[in-house]
């Protein structure tokens, strides 16, 4: 009996070595981050609004992003809380692709997926308190929004003088109806709102 399953395991093994390599997909894309304008109201833990907290964009590594992903987080304007505890923040999408990944999968299970996509925080500080959200979290809210029936969709006028460009991500500068014209356009913006409370 056991020369038998000795016998049997290396052909069961290849057996399915080669149904999982038949079965393997790997599937490179494009894609970029939806064009959004986030709403955040900053409360305290008692609900009233705070004023004057700031707003941060940095990396994994800590370093400070200007300009991507929210392009109008830049050096000469700060972000910051008005009366009401509101800030707002946009994302403006390129006609180029923003970032690119590889899927692959196995049997129709996703087994890797990798990409591009910078790993970015928003830093709320208010008086040595601090709270960080994953711009991929706010992203997602704004990806959900925008597949849905209930997607509200503001328009802004954007004025692109306002922007060093040489500073600007390759993808941005490479935008035919972006900042190279320097122009003043018309955007439409997938609305997110959210709360954050300092604690």
């Known amino acids: 009996m056991y020369r038998y399953i000795r016998t049997l395991c290396p052909w069961f093994i290849g057996a399915v070595l080669l149904l ?9 894309w494009d894609g970029g981050f939806v064009q959004a304008e986030f709403i955040v109201h900053i409360v305290d833990e008692s609900g009233r609004p705070v004023e004057g907290a700031s707003l941060t964009i940095r990396d994994a590594d800590d370093r400070v992003l200007y300009s991507y992903p929210v392009t109008d987080f830049i050096p000469t304007e700060s972000m910051v809380s008005d009366a009401k505890g509101m800030l707002s923040f946009h994302h403006v999408a390129s006609h180029c692709f ?27 500080v208010f008086r040595g308190k601090s709270r960080r959200v ?9 990806r959900a929004a925008l597949l849905s ?4 969709i503001v328009e ?10 040489a500073s600007l991500p390759w993808h941005v500068r490479c935008d035919s109806e972006g900042p190279a014209q320097e122009q003043v356009v018309v955007l439409g913006f997938v609305t997110v ?3 954050i409370v300092m604690r």
């Open 20 to 28: 999982c390599a038949s079965t393997s997909r790997r599937l490179r």
């Open 98 to 124: 923003e970032f690119s990944g590889t899927d692959v999968s196995v049997l129709g299970f996703s087994v890797f997926r990798s990409s591009s996509a910078p790993s970015a925080f928003c830093d709320v």
């Open 134 to 142: 994953p711009y991929r979290s706010l992203n997602d809210q704004a």
């Open 149 to 152: 029936n209930e997607a509200m």
């Open 156 to 165: 802004r006028q954007w004025d692109w003088s306002r922007w060093d460009v």
């Open 193 to 195: 709102e959210m709360s």
